[in-house]
């Protein structure tokens, strides 16, 4: 079952690249002019927390060393980086609370 997860995982990662082809932005990437366009106003905390948020790869650009990667490269790696980052969080999330948990039961 891990393996087709994981499968699975990689062929959205590869398959990223074609919101390149897509017009205008991807949905949840709008920075404050974008919202403001659309909206009519900057919603507060975005315009609070956009002061000191960075992203990982701005715009999907990935530089090693001397080399950028292409485009579609930089959405793959972001991709996959993105993919790898979510599930180590979630695997110390369930350790803490598996480990959280066997300590209450030890203790009752």
């Known amino acids: 079952m891990y393996k087709r997860f994981w499968l699975a995982l990689l062929a959205l990662a590869l398959l990223s ?3 390149l082809i897509a017009d205008g ?3 949840g990437e709008w920075d ?3 919202l403001q ?3 009519g106003f900057v919603p507060e905390g975005i315009e609070h927390f956009s002061q ?3 992203a990982l790869f701005p715009d999907y650009t990935v530089s090693i060393g001397r080399m950028a990667l292409s485009q ?3 959405y793959v790696f972001s991709a996959v980086v993105g993919s790898v980052l979510i599930y180590a969080i979630s695997m110390l999330i369930t350790k803490f609370m598996l480990r959280h948990k066997n300590k ?3 203790n009752e």
């Open 17 to 19: 690249p074609l919101g």
């Open 25 to 27: 932005t991807a949905w």
């Open 32 to 34: 404050g002019k974008e």
């Open 37 to 39: 366009s659309s909206l």
């Open 52 to 54: 000191w948020q960075q």
């Open 72 to 74: 579609a490269a930089g």
């Open 104 to 106: 209450t039961v030890i």
